[in-house]
């Protein structure tokens, strides 16, 4: 159940990471802050207890800014 | 997760207000907590003439797209900065406002700091040495004195300013940790106006930086997505991760920091600091004619003076 077979984007990088698990947990397993982006997924806004599904492509957008 | 007024799927989940909600809303849930603040906190009304100030990005968008969808009478202030790196973030970010005006037919006003001061940012932040040290402080110290004299010259009541939840908790931190007891006392959503000073109000304060983001988002409003380059390991970045840590943990930590704050203060926490700022400041600038507690240039005219 390792398979790495979705894909979270952030800043233009492609992070492969589990399907079949909530996006809350996915993130967390890529060590990044839930509180600090939000997800959008087919060019919807996706909450972090949806299933990431075999083949995604989730847009995580930075939501913190600085100055 | 679903929608807590109407069943249908959720976009956001707001953990902290222990609320999910649609789209739809959402987007009709976010106005109607900043019309309220505004009410609640006297910050303007209808007939007052708004500058809001406007950088491109998802915060000052979004409220700008907030206020005019109520009604209210606004016009935005850009200034440009001059900061062209890699990501010519000032020209982009300036474009990103431009657009924003031009579709909704509002009034944007473009200062240029070059053309105007005869520097930018990057060449101050590279000759001062409060420019090489802090260049964010130096940045909001010339932005603040803009804001200032454009309202003020332009006649406006008021200016808004879209700090969020975030930036108020991040900066209050940051007082906090240094025991800074004169900005502890001035970190309110309204500074109200004297000589010299528009009111200045912040009707974002209870707002989460990342339910501006979603509002943004939602209402396809493009903003510019990239970091100021200078900003990058800035202070109030550091604070707001370590925030947000403490808020995965325990949902509202930030709301319920800034809340006490104001709870604070409004039972008389910092008696006096607040005016003795601006008692401080009744003298003005020989050159600008802006407020001073120096008594001979302020700090804005000192760091354009290169004699």
């Known amino acids: ?67 | 997760m679903r929608c807590r007024k109407c069943g249908e799927k959720a976009v956001i989940n707001m953990r902290q207000h222990r609320l999910s909600l649609c789209k739809q809303h959402y987007l009709e849930w976010l106005p109607a907590q900043i019309q309220k603040s505004i009410k609640k906190y006297g910050m303007f009304s209808k007939y007052d003439r708004i500058l809001v100030a406007v950088s491109g990005g998802k915060d000052s968008l979004a409220l700008w797209d907030i206020l005019w969808k109520l009604g209210f009478n606004t016009e935005g202030l850009y200034i440009n900065l001059g900061i062209h790196s890699e990501i010519a973030y000032s020209n982009r970010s300036m474009k990103f406002a431009q657009e924003f005006a031009d579709n909704r037919n509002l009034t944007l006003h473009i200062t240029d700091i070059k053309k105007d001061h005869g520097e930018s940012i990057p060449e101050i932040s590279i000759r001062t040495r409060r420019g090489r040290d802090k260049p964010c402080s130096l940045c909001g110290l010339i932005k603040r004195h803009i804001m200032n004299r454009f309202a003020l010259d332009g006649q406006y009541n008021v200016l808004a300013t879209a700090h969020n939840l975030d930036d108020e908790a991040a900066i209050l931190l940051a007082n906090t940790l240094d025991w800074s007891l004169e900005f502890l006392a001035r970190s309110t959503p309204v500074l109200s106006s004297k000589p010299g000073f528009i009111k200045k109000v912040k009707p974002f304060f209870r707002t989460y930086e990342r339910e501006a983001a979603a509002y943004a988002i939602l209402n396809r409003i493009d903003y510019i997505r990239d970091e100021c380059p200078f900003s990058i390991d800035s202070k109030q970045l550091y604070y707001k991760k370590y925030l947000n840590e403490w808020e995965e943990t325990r949902p509202g930590t930030k709301l319920r920091f800034y809340l006490n704050y104001l709870k604070a203060i409004s039972h008389g926490a910092f008696p006096g600091k607040q005016e003795s700022a601006v008692q401080l400041a009744q003298q003005r600038c020989p050159q600008c004619g802006q407020p001073t507690n120096t008594g001979g240039l302020c700090a804005f005219c000192k760091l354009f003076n290169k004699t």
């Open chain 1, 1 to 67: 159940m390792d398979e790495t077979n979705a894909t979270l984007l952030l800043r233009g990088k492609n992070i492969m990471c589990r399907s079949n698990i909530p996006l809350r947990k996915a993130m967390k397993e890529k060590n990044i802050s839930v509180s600090d982006h939000l997800a959008v997924r087919a060019g919807e806004l996706i909450t972090d207890d949806e299933m990431v599904k075999t083949g995604d492509l989730i847009e995580l957008i930075p939501v913190i800014s600085g100055g």
